[in-house]
């Protein structure tokens, strides 16, 4: 686990690094810590992840509205003030933006799953 000492973060000055889906585009901001990954993620209107994720996830939204889907052809509909929270290894999951989103993503070695 890191020791990260007292900070704030001024988002504005993270730099942007795009990524695009299988259809629109992902910006992330990240901050990386031994360990632990904290970003700032915005999909386009249109957005669909270009593959299905096995890593854990504490996903707030922001602003705006999503879908994350599982493998298994669950839907999950999450709105701002929302969040969902996974460990790795334990689904297999995309996000879907029709609208666009702004997420608050945090994963890290604390949601291995050692099970």
């Not at 701002?80 to 702004?102: C, E, F, Q």
Request: net charge negative; glycine share 10%; charged share 20%.
């Amino acid at each position: 686990m890191s020791n990260i000492p007292f900070q704030t973060v001024d988002w504005s000055a993270i730099p942007k690094t795009e990524h695009t889906g299988e259809t629109g585009t992902s910006f992330w901001q990240t901050l990386q810590y031994p360990g632990l990954r904290v970003r700032i993620v915005e999909y386009s209107a249109g957005y669909l992840a270009d593959h299905w994720c096995q890593k854990g996830h504490i996903v707030h939204c922001l602003d705006g509205d999503f879908e994350s889907e599982l493998q298994t052809g669950e839907t999950f509909s999450l709105t701002a003030g929302m969040t969902y929270i996974v460990s790795d290894n334990l689904s297999s999951h995309r996000s879907v933006s029709k609208n666009g989103v702004k997420l608050l993503i945090i994963d890290g070695d604390f949601l291995r799953n050692e099970g």
